[in-house]
């Protein structure tokens, strides 16, 4: 299905020459020795040295949907609501409704209608996000309630990346590493635009990595002794419109400073 990224060679393999997919999933150049989990070669196809996987335009997407897939199918839980229905029906019922196309479609419909999937230990799914908000809302009642301590600032950052050289040559020495890429596009990297943005929307592992590292930065060296932030939560994104990438956040203060002025500001306007 992805030629580009399994590409196979024409060698002298077991005896007789053949072409082989050496790329497999147990992440070995050479013969199978012994067999890898799947999480080791999620990572090794992401982080591989020639860094196809991670510029190939779908696969990355792929290969993010099987590994949710994977996780639901061993970490996900359905429940299935049995009231009002025949507690009784098995599978053997529904497969033998196959006599009645009508009867076998009717009987899935109310049984998938009935199921509810609970997943909220496997990120990204819709179970996730919502039991996700429900702890934060959860978190942010005790703090305010019981610590008073509110959420009181809303911070969003980007990077510049027309300024951001140290990008530009982190990307230019991440290229020139990579066995697939010419030495020209590397090189265009460092002095032109176009080039250095398709890197970007290209390789976004590295620049994520690279966002992280500065943010990381500036809410130790800035925001925490500025506006004395000490916790929060955060989202990382692409967005073509805002920049290469960019975070939200919601942040915290010690003493509440930002909440306690504004109270303070709108006591005054009473």
């Known amino acids: 299905a992805f030629p580009t990224v399994f590409m196979p060679v024409y060698v002298h393999f077991k005896g007789e020459m053949r072409w082989v997919i050496f ?10 020795e012994k067999s890898v989990s799947i999480h080791k070669w999620y990572n090794y196809m ?11 335009p779908t696969f990355s997407l792929v290969l993010y949907n099987h590994k949710m ?7 996900g839980r359905f429940t299935i609501n049995t009231s009002d229905i025949d507690p009784t029906i098995t599978l053997d019922t529904i497969r033998n409704a196959r006599g009645d196309d009508n009867a076998l479609q009717i009987a899935t419909e109310d049984l998938l209608k009935r199921a509810h999937m609970h997943a909220s230990n496997v990120p990204g799914t819709m179970p996730y996000w919502k039991s996700t ?11 305010s309630y019981i610590k008073k301590r509110d959420i009181s ?7 510049a990346e027309y300024h951001e050289y140290p ?37 976004k592992n590295i620049v994520t990595h690279y966002l992280a590292s500065k943010m990381e930065l500036w809410m130790g060296l800035f925001m925490k002794p500025v506006y004395k932030v000490d916790h929060g ?35 005054r306007k009473k």
């Not at 992401?46 to 190939?56: A, C, L, V, Y």
Request: net charge neutral; with cysteine; glycine share 6%.
């Open 133 to 143: 908000q429900y702890e934060f809302k959860a978190i942010n009642f005790f703090n």
């Open 167 to 203: 990008l530009r040559h982190l990307l230019y020495k991440y290229t020139t590493a990579l066995s697939h890429v010419d030495e020209e596009y590397s090189l265009s990297i460092l002095n032109d635009d176009s080039v250095f943005m398709n890197a970007v929307q290209k390789y």
């Open 153 to 159: 600032l809303f911070h969003t950052g980007s990077l």
């Open 23 to 32: 790329n497999d999933i147990t992440g070995s150049h050479g013969t199978r």
């Open 233 to 267: 939560v955060l989202t990382k994104e692409f967005a073509k419109t805002r920049g290469a990438i960019h975070f939200h956040s919601l942040l915290g203060q010690v003493g509440n400073e930002c909440s306690t002025k504004l109270n303070e500001n709108l006591q």
């Open 69 to 75: 897939r994977n996780s639901l199918q061993s970490q």
């Open 46 to 56: 992401m982080w591989r040295s020639d860094g196809i996987p991670s510029s190939h």
